[in-house]
């Protein structure tokens, strides 16, 4: 695992982190978010959580009624997170890796979410590419991060498959998957993922939080199941370089000039 804090002074590092990220698909950065920053986001959530709560639920509690039975409660219970003030700080750090990754001085968020995986999570994703579902920009990082409690085999690390991202965007199948208390869920399973599978080595994201997972777009992985007794709370932000590719991002955001 690379360790930020010494990307920050180290080239040789800083060359370690891009040359894993570029031949494995991913790479484990350690202390990426400050703990402080997840702290305040932390605090923030529990505020949430009181004003969803009933009968004086705590967060847990809350999470689960809602991510089992009120589809339309968590959207807007992750909605008002994602706003936040203390999620945009995270995103400000993981902003700084993909600067550094891709040594360009102009980066954007085109996407960023707080997932919840109950116990009882029956919305996971199968194996995927996140190219699959965002056509550009062409160039963008992927990261994967726990938020309070440290992934691990138990609540549903993230799987990733090492070099599956070398043949680029490939051809899938959509596969549409029911759901109790929402709209069906429609996924893009990569058509050779049995091959992928046998030839590719599985690696699973155990990590601390205020570690991150940066992900090649292109990068085969899947969600795991949470076999434990609390909800998941993990984070997901794509951010994408864009000195000089201003014109593919040009319908995503209004850039200035």
Known sequence: MVDF?????????RDKLVATYHNQGYVKVADAIPIEKIQALERAINHVAAEFSEKNEDRNEVGIRIADTSPHALHEFTQVLRMSPEFHAIETELQKVVRYIYECSTVITIQSNILMGSPKDNTLF???QEASYIAEP???????YPLFDDASEDNG???????????GTL???EVR????NGPD?????????????EECREVRSTISRGDVIVMHPDLVHRSSDNRSESVRFTGTTKIAPIDGIEKKVSDIVDIPH
């Not at 690390?157 to 070099?163: I, K, Q, T, V």
């Open 157 to 167: 690390a993230m799987r990733m498959l090492e070099g599956s991202h070398i043949d």
């Open 5 to 13: 804090t010494k990307i920050m002074i180290s080239v040789a590092e």
């Open 126 to 128: 199968d194996w995927h």
């Open 138 to 144: 062409d160039e963008f990082v992927n990261f994967w």
């Open 185 to 197: 869920i429609v996924e893009q399973i990569p058509s050779n993922i049995k091959t992928l599978r």
């Open 177 to 180: 998957k029911p759901q109790e």
């Open 171 to 173: 051809p899938y199948n």
